[in-house]
């Protein structure tokens, strides 16, 4: 069982940043690929971020390519999402998920926990 934590959303104008964490219970986060996704108003639940348990590779939707970065620590169980250069688009509630096996980044059936997300509001 994993359980996951998110934090550092909040409001933040047009062009800002912001840090989001994710914090999971656990000795075995390491096993684990890590995904950030979200939710705006409306809308479908949509990829943004995936990082590797290991190897660290990292994969992103196009919206968010060259904005934001996903990081993990292994040492201290928590991935983050960097997200720079913020739109108003980006107005979501962001989640993070973990997964075990491989399969399609995307695919939201395929990740086995998931945390209960933080907001984050894009607005001048």
């Known amino acids: 069982q994993v359980q996951l934590v998110e934090s550092g959303g909040g409001l933040v104008q047009p062009g800002g940043s912001l840090r989001l964490s994710c914090a999971a219970s656990g000795r075995t986060f390491s096993l684990y690929a890590m995904g950030w996704f979200r939710q705006a108003p409306g809308k479908e639940r949509e990829f943004v971020a995936f990082?590797?348990?290991?190897?660290?590779?990292?994969y992103y939707a196009d919206s968010v390519k060259g904005r934001f970065i996903i990081s993990r620590d292994n040492a201290k169980n928590t991935v983050a999402l960097q997200m720079n250069t913020l739109k108003p688009e980006d107005t979501a509630v962001y989640y993070c998920?973990?997964?075990?096996?491989?399969?399609?980044?995307?695919?939201?059936?395929?990740?086995?926990?998931w945390g209960h997300g933080t907001q984050v509001t894009v607005s001048s």
């Open positions: 990082i590797t348990k290991s190897t660290g590779r990292t």
């Open positions: 998920a973990a997964r075990r096996i491989s399969g399609v980044l995307s695919a939201m059936e395929e990740y086995d926990y």
